[in-house]
Nanobody
């Protein structure tokens, strides 16, 4: 069973930065594509960022391009989401997922990010 644990959320002022971490259990971390979605109550879930297995190709949602970066540390089974120049509209619950080679997604519980303006 794959388990994901997010950390690093919290309250930050607009313009500030936060780094979220997603720790993934198991011995096949490098075989997973990892990413982040976010959700605000009453709104659809929004893709934030993803990083592929293998060569680590990254992808970002339009609203965060140029402000967020994603990286992975295969030795620590962890993916990081560095969020810079945060805006109040970035406030949401951020959840990470791991996609296995069959396309199945595992999800974490989420971490709250609140940006005060």
């Amino acid at each position: 069973q794959v388990q994901l644990l997010e950390s690093g959320g919290g309250l930050v002022q607009a313009g500030g930065s936060l780094r979220l971490s997603c720790a993934v259990s198991g011995r096949t971390f490098s075989s997973y594509a990892i990413g982040w979605f976010r959700q605000v109550p009453g709104k659809e879930r929004e893709f934030v960022a993803g990083i592929s297995r293998g060569d680590g190709v990254t992808d970002f949602g339009d609203s965060v391009k140029g402000r967020f970066t994603i990286s992975r540390d295969n030795a620590r089974n962890t993916v990081y989401l560095l969020m810079n120049s945060l805006k109040p509209e970035d406030t949401a619950v951020y959840s990470c997922y791991a996609e296995d080679i069959k396309g199945y997604h595992y999800w974490g519980q989420g971490t709250q990010v609140t940006v005060s303006g």
